[in-house]
């Protein structure tokens, strides 16, 4: 196993590396968790930006899945690295030095916010990049003397320097509205001056039934196909699928309850009959798994918020475990304990893009173009549109409502005019 990371281009930074099983997973997803990570499949490597940032996020991640350890003999605070000062609050009145001390007291500041307000992991990645960008872009300006202007000429810059899309640009003015208001403390002089980017408005990339059908006969018979199957059979996000738990499926209403989905919402969407067989089967195979777990004395997953504390014993009964567990045993080199989490969303990507390939079709298909074709086949089928936004969980109807592109394609689609002639 080794990762290699060098200068690409000005400022970006290409990561390679060469790994097997689950040493490959843990390095493929600490690449993913850096912001604006680039994959070029003719070079085979990753491109991520040549920014402090960027690189701790990646290095923090390899340390924290165990892949590489710090020299215990390294006194830090004696190095030659270490030549910055402690953040107190009257710092960040008086003056903003570019020190790696300052920008990491505001990321934890932040951590601890978006904790409380229970935003995601995703959001406080993305958020603690942008901060980071923006403090250290305006090293030597006070951050309480800025306003709109700095502001957007920051935004400003990504699309035409970076040329960034419309929703990171959205997303950077979000993380900075959330720094001077949550983090700082501050009032925005003249908000109103705000400049939002606008997003283009995009169909989503959607298979045909046949299309669909073909990638299925490609797919492995095992846990992962049927992952991607159930992707398609019941709208869910990847994400979704993976944290589902033996409690959250209902084979006598055929139901499934997706819980803390998109914006921390639960609802409930349909189980498909001919996937209610190998689902069964499958979980039959998996509570093997775990009764041997609990004879060796594991068995344990891990539970949302402080339900642990709560129910000390619960993680390790039958409802809670996971129903598509890793095939490994997950181990913490501090506690020694070991359990079993869910299957990393890259195998399931990776078997995906495998059986897309051999397919041939023509379309950008990810796991994510599954929801898409199950919402655009309800509607081909006749199913009403509020109906589908309920198995979606969208919050509003004008985001369902994207999929009424279907209306131009079937037996009650518009016809043109020169198909009259």
């Known amino acids: ?26 390095i493929l997803q600490s690449i993913k968790k850096v912001p604006n990570k680039v994959w070029i499949p003719a070079r085979c490597f990753w491109i991520i930006p040549a920014d402090r940032n960027s690189c701790d996020i990646l290095l923090n991640n390899l340390y924290n899945e165990g892949l590489f350890r710090a020299d215990s003999c390294f006194d830090f605070k004696n190095s030659e690295l270490n030549n910055t000062e402690s953040l107190n ?41 942008w901060i980071s960008r923006f403090i250290r872009e305006h090293k030597d300006k006070n951050l309480k003397t800025l306003s709109d202007t700095e502001i957007n000429a920051f935004v400003s810059r990504l699309a035409v320097k970076e040329k960034a899309a419309a929703s990171s640009q959205n997303q950077a003015l979000a993380a900075l509205l959330f720094l001077y208001k949550n983090i700082l403390g501050l009032t925005i002089k003249t908000p109103e001056n705000i400049v939002r980017a606008k997003k283009p408005k995009k ?36 994400m979704e699928a993976l944290r589902l738990r ?36 499958h979980l039959e195979d998996v509570r093997r798994i775990h009764e041997a777990d609990c004879k060796d004395g594991f068995g344990s997953v891990p539970l949302p918020f402080a339900l642990a504390k709560k129910y000390p014993n619960a993680g390790k009964t039958w409802v809670w475990q996971w129903v598509f567990p890793q095939a490994r045993r997950w181990r913490n080199k501090e506690t020694g304990e070991q359990g079993r989490h869910h299957i990393d969303p890259s195998v399931i990507q990776r078997t995906l893009h495998e059986a897309v390939l051999r397919s041939g079709i023509p379309k950008p298909i990810g796991c994510h173009t599954f929801r898409h074709s199950f919402a655009t086949h309800l509607l081909e089928s006749g199913y009403d549109i ?26 009650l689609g518009v016809q043109s005019p020169i198909d009259r002639m």
Not at 94 to 114: G, H, P
Not at 209 to 231: C, H, M, Q, V
């Open 1 to 26: 196993m080794f990762i290699e990371i060098r200068p690409y281009e000005k400022e970006r930074l290409s990561v390679h590396f060469k790994a097997e099983g689950e040493n490959f997973s843990k």
């Open 89 to 129: 609050t009257e710092i960040i009145g008086k003056r903003n030095n570019d020190t790696a001390s300052d920008v990491q007291c505001i990321l934890n500041k932040l951590e601890e916010v978006i904790t409380a307000k229970h935003y995601s992991k995703r959001t406080r990645e993305a958020y603690s990049y």
């Open 203 to 238: 169909l989503p990339a959607v298979m045909t039934r046949e299309e669909t059908a073909k990638i299925f006969s490609l797919l492995p018979e095992n846990d992962y196909g049927l992952i991607i199957r159930l992707l398609y059979g019941t709208g869910m996000r990847l």
């Open 246 to 281: 033996i409690q959250d499926i209902d084979f006598g209403k055929n139901e499934i309850t997706v819980h803390c989905g998109k914006g921390a919402k639960d609802r409930k969407t349909v189980l498909p009959v001919s996937l209610k067989f190998p689902l069964q089967k």
């Open 386 to 411: 509020r109906t589908i936004q309920e198995l979606l969980g969208h919050s509003d109807v004008s985001t369902t409502m994207v999929y009424t592109h279907v209306l131009n394609r079937g037996g």
